[in-house]
């Protein structure tokens, strides 16, 4: 008895090695790699010289605020520019903001679509009355192309050379986006 135990011992673990594909000799497929996920956005924007103060072309405003800006995707993912939003601020109330809504960013030139490990010079130009203001806020929003997560991205105005004053009056069209070389 002690025999006939002994035997199926042996052929249980011989049955559970080869179970396990310790005793196969056929060839195995190779696994499927996995495939790479899509990188998502990284957008930074800061100043990119001095923002400069115009006296206005059109009646209805005071003067114009040219903003150059710098746009870096460093993500490696696509983003999409919604909007750039200029607040004036005085003791911490918004008295006055100015937008640049997508469809004027998508307008020629496209500045809209931000591509991957890009590095963007935009010169924004916002119209705006107020001149008794204590803090500027400028503001721009993005969407992730990949997973559509929206990017709001505050820019310090310390990131700004300075401000300087152009005697010259700004006659571009309501608001306006120049893209630079």
């Known amino acids: 008895m002690k025999k006939s135990l002994l035997v199926v011992a042996a052929v249980a673990a011989v049955a559970g090695l080869v179970a396990c594909g310790g005793g196969s000799s056929s060839p195995t497929s190779p696994a499927t790699p996995a495939p790479t996920p899509t990188p998502s956005a990284a957008v930074t924007v800061s100043g990119s010289g001095y923002l400069v103060i115009h006296p206005s072309q059109y009646s209805t405003w005071s ?7 710098r746009i870096r995707e460093t993500g490696g993912g696509k983003a999409k520019w919604n909007y750039a939003r200029l607040s004036l601020l005085k003791r911490g109330a918004e008295i006055e903001r100015a937008e640049i809504g997508a469809d004027i960013l998508a307008a020629p030139p496209d500045v809209s679509n931000i591509l991957p490990s890009s590095d963007t010079n935009v010169k924004l130009y916002f119209h705006l009355n107020s001149i008794d203001f204590d803090s500027v806020g400028l503001t721009l929003g993005f969407t992730d192309v990949n997973s559509l997560r929206d990017v ?4 310090p105005f310390s ?3 300075g401000v300087d004053y152009s005697p010259v009056a700004e006659s571009r069209p309501l608001p306006a986006v120049i893209r630079l070389p």
């Open 152 to 155: 709001i991205v505050e820019v």
């Open 63 to 69: 003067y114009a605020l040219e903003v150059p800006v």
């Open 159 to 161: 990131s700004f050379t």
